[in-house]
């Protein structure tokens, strides 16, 4: 954009622009917002003033990042790096622990489908709440709900693994 355009759409003049490019004054707070959307860029990254890119993303589905948001359960995946947030926070991305005791999934081999069940609590206040069955190429996620049953099937694909967040004790993989 030419100061002239971004003074426009801002509604200021171009001068003051020039003075923030040169360096001899900066944007009032007030408009970092409108600034922010204007230009696509997040406020954060507008004050850093950093557009570095994240490394180039290998593309294997296996290196899936999980990120669940605790103020609305939103679940996000991400193939590559990134800045999540979710409800005005930022969201880390979830560290699968291998399955324990209380956090163990059974797959058998029904037909064509893998059948999973567990033996884990599906109340309101903990629950499984996802589990997803990742490949090198894809993700299958299936959404679960307090009060259904612990059980979920998937149709059989290649060498993979299963993650599992339980809503209190977080992500767990098979
Ligand atoms: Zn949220
Ligand atoms: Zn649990």
């Not at 037909?111 to 709440?129: G, R």
Request: charged share 25%.
């Amino acid at each position: 954009m030419t100061q002239k355009q971004l003074a426009d759409a801002m509604n200021i003049s171009d001068k003051t622009i020039s003075k923030w490019e040169r360096g001899l004054g900066l944007p009032d707070v007030s408009l970092l917002r409108e600034l922010s959307e204007i230009l696509g860029i997040n406020v954060e990254r507008l004050l850093s003033g950093d557009l570095k890119a994240d490394e180039k993303d290998g593309g294997n589905m296996k290196k899936i990042k999980f990120y669940v948001c605790q103020e609305c359960g939103n679940v996000i995946t991400a193939t590559g790096g990134g800045e999540i947030s979710c409800c005005g926070r930022k969201l880390a991305a979830l560290t699968a622990k291998p399955a324990d005791e209380s956090h163990r999934l059974n797959v058998q081999e029904i037909e064509n489908d893998y059948y999973v069940t567990f033996s884990h609590d599906m109340s309101k206040d903990h629950h499984v709440s996802f589990v997803a069955y990742v490949t090198w190429d894809r993700v299958l996620l299936i959404k679960l709900y307090p009060e259904q049953n612990p059980e979920v099937r998937f149709p059989r694909m290649q060498k993979g693994k299963i993650y599992f967040y339980c809503s209190n004790d977080g992500l767990w993989v098979n």
